[in-house]
């Protein structure tokens, strides 16, 4: 599910990149390839954040403050892979985050939409760690 998430926004927001952020096409695959490690990472990885953050910030939903507090960590990482990883300077790096953010927001949302079993599908993609194995365990035990 979350390959096919980022192949929907490399078409959607990757000819934005290079026409409004000025990215070249490996600028560009590195960027989107680091707005999924973003989400791996901070979703996987816990950081003090509840199954029921990540479903409301997967939803229709207005957002806790949980919620943005999670989008913001995201964000920041993203940010910071985006200067590490792809190399591109803070600038430009805080152009990439506003134009991938929201539709990648966008897209898990309408994939996950505040339900339980689809985060459950995602997250079995994204690692046993943190607040993924956590949901795993306790999603499992809501389908037996």
């Not at 901070?42 to 003090?48: I, K, L, Q, S």
């Amino acid at each position: 599910m979350f390959d096919q998430i980022l192949d929907q926004l490399k078409n959607q927001v990757g000819p934005q990149l290079m026409q409004q952020a000025g990215l070249n096409e490996q600028q560009t695959n590195g960027s989107i390839n680091a707005a999924a490690a973003s989400v791996k990472e901070v979703v996987g990885g816990g950081d003090g954040f509840g199954v029921d953050d990540v479903l409301n910030l997967f939803s229709a939903d207005k957002n806790t403050s949980r919620a943005d507090g999670l989008l913001s960590n995201i964000g920041n990482v993203f940010q910071g892979k985006l200067t590490s990883d792809v190399g591109l300077d803070a600038g430009k790096a805080s152009g990439v985050v506003a134009l991938v953010m929201p539709m990648l927001t966008k897209l898990l949302s309408d994939k996950i939409g505040g339900n339980a079993g689809n985060l459950q599908s995602l997250l079995g993609n994204l690692g046993g760690g943190g607040i993924a194995g956590m949901a795993k365990g306790l999603l499992g035990n809501l389908f037996k």
